[in-house]
């Protein structure tokens, strides 16, 4: 494997000190830019794409020629693993992922197989060896994977949910047959990052996207403490350095002391969070990424900028921060404007690293 060329993005997760702000962008390779269309299109479907690792590694490299990024992410989706579980992943157009074998009682869940990473998701493992190939040192790669509880809620909801009814029904009516979903598949995701690293990835992200609906105690029964079996069972260090974990609970912000006690290295924050006062609550213990709102991008190019000039004063001065968006960049976004926002980032945070 070739030295890293680019390790900002590693050195700000251990809160090393770099000179200047890294930055990437939630679902940076995808349908904001022109080119990912047209690979879209040439693979025929979603899952298509994601399963032909030369497309995976394509489309993961495209955002990274148009914009000085400090970091890949590999192009899947969290939803491979149920897929590979058997539930029959499909995309409704316009309507998201459905599922065609939803789980409805504890018989589905003792039916439910471990996927094997270079088995069942082989297909993922070879596109992060690809894409680490082709990135030939240039910036790090990002592995990823879906929470337990943000997975079960697909997997029990048959697809994308508003109001979240099935699954809070699972949870309060029979609460041990949530644990053992929730448990095989924190065994899954555990196998499933762990082959990603072995594979190639220089730091994992676990993206928790509806631990926010849940009370704050069945956030911790149900979200946080299978995360935290997760970090538990992960492998730490490949290649002579250490694999930083960066954990995303979307509308977590009130339980950031909880989540920087779970053992991970960094915590992703969306919009609602104040990144100054995320820092006070716990920037001795984690570093932080985020937090502009995705919605900022289709503004004016001053307007974005003073953003990205609010929010690096808001971190203030030193290491420990990775500029990102608070969720995934907006499909109709001016591609030159997600350019701003990088630009800006590396030029104006600078005087914080002196």
């Known amino acids: 494997m070739k030295t890293l060329k680019n390790d900002r993005y590693l050195r700000a997760l ?14 940076q390779a995808g349908r904001y830019l022109p080119e990912y269309k047209a690979i879209r299109a040439q693979a025929g479907d979603f899952m298509s794409l994601c399963k032909n690792a030369e497309l995976a590694c394509e489309v993961t490299l ?21 897929d590979a579980m058997g539930l029959g992943l499909y995309f409704e157009q316009g309507e998201g992922p459905r599922f065609a074998n939803p789980i409805t009682c504890k018989a589905d869940v003792l039916r439910l197989p471990i996927p094997d990473p270079e088995q069942e998701l082989g297909y993922v493992m070879n596109a992060v ?7 030939n040192g240039e910036v790090p790669l990002i592995g990823f994977s879906g929470s337990p509880w943000t997975l079960a809620t697909y997997m029990v909801e048959g697809g994308s949910t508003k109001v979240f009814t ?12 949530l644990h053992l979903l929730l448990d095989t598949l924190a065994k899954s995701v555990t196998l499933y990052l762990n082959g990603q690293i072995r594979a190639g990835a220089q730091s994992v992200m676990i993206f928790d996207t509806w631990g926010g609906v849940l009370t704050g ?20 260090e490949s290649e002579g350095r250490r694999v930083p974990i960066t ?16 053992g991970c290295d960094a915590l992703g924050l969306d919009w609602s969070t104040d990144i100054h006062a995320a820092r006070c609550r716990v920037g001795g213990k984690v570093a932080l990424q985020g937090n502009m709102d995705p919605s900022v991008l289709y503004a004016a190019p001053a307007r974005i900028e003073r953003e990205v000039a609010a929010i690096l004063a808001g971190f203030g001065q ?19 404007h997600a350019g701003v926002f ?12 002196q």
């Open 342 to 353: 990088v630009d800006a980032v590396h030029r104006l945070s600078r005087p914080y690293h």
């Open 247 to 262: 954990l995303f609970t979307k509308g977590g912000g009130q339980w950031l002391e909880d989540l920087a006690q779970t």
């Open 62 to 82: 495209q955002p990274l020629r148009r914009y000085a990024l400090d970091a890949a992410i590999l192009f899947s989706d969290i939803l491979t693993v149920p």
């Open 14 to 27: 251990m809160r090393e000190p770099v000179d200047m702000t890294p930055v990437w962008m939630m679902r």
């Open 166 to 177: 099935k699954i809070k029904q699972l949870m309060y009516t029979d609460p041990d047959t």
């Open 129 to 135: 060896r690809t894409i680490r190939h082709n990135l």
């Open 318 to 336: 030193g290491t420990g921060h990775v500029c990102n968006l608070g969720h995934g960049i907006h499909q109709d976004v001016p591609p030159e």
């Open 217 to 236: 105690s069945a956030y911790r029964e149900f979200s946080l403490d299978y995360m935290q079996n997760i970090i538990g069972g992960l492998q730490r």
